[in-house]
Nanobody, 126 residues
Framework: HVRLEESGGGSVQSGGSLRLTCFAS????????MGWFRQAPGKDREGVASINRYGSEGYADSVKGRFTISKDNAESTMYLQMNNLKPEDTAMYYC????????????????????WGQGTQVTVSS
């Protein structure tokens, strides 16, 4: 049984930082591509950051230089360090698992991800 669980969300002021954690269980964690997505009210779900089995990272233009994705295979956890947060970062953030191998052009294709956590809310105030 595959299970993903996010934690670390909260409310911060503009310019603050948060670190999100995704704990995975039920599969061999190190072999899969994984990603962080977010969805704000009235907007489509969008990819934020991704990481593959080799540790190669990808980021949405809107978060480059501010967010960092990482993982600890031994602990079956994935992280999203978010610095210099902005009000437009306010959203529900989701951890998701894709396939073992995936084209870089598909890294933020929602249809490529088949397992999702329940989400953790991030709210950034002005």
């Amino acid at each position: 049984h595959v299970r993903l669980e996010e934690s670390g969300g909260g409310s911060v002021q503009s310019g603050g930082s948060l670190r999100l954690t995704c704990f995975a269980s039920g599969y061999l964690y190190s072999t899969y591509c994984m990603g962080w997505f977010r969805q704000a009210p009235g907007k489509d779900r969008e990819g934020v950051a991704s990481i593959n089995r080799y540790g190669s990272e990808g980021y949405a233009d809107s978060v480059k230089g501010r967010f960092t994705i990482s993982k600890d295979n031994a602990e079956s956890t994935m992280y999203l360090q978010m610095n210099n947060l902005k009000p437009e970062d306010t959203a529900m953030y989701y951890c998701a698992r894709a396939r073992m191998y995936m084209l870089g052009s598909k890294q933020f294709d929602i249809d490529e991800y088949h397992h999702w956590g329940q989400g953790t809310q991030v709210t950034v105030s002005s």
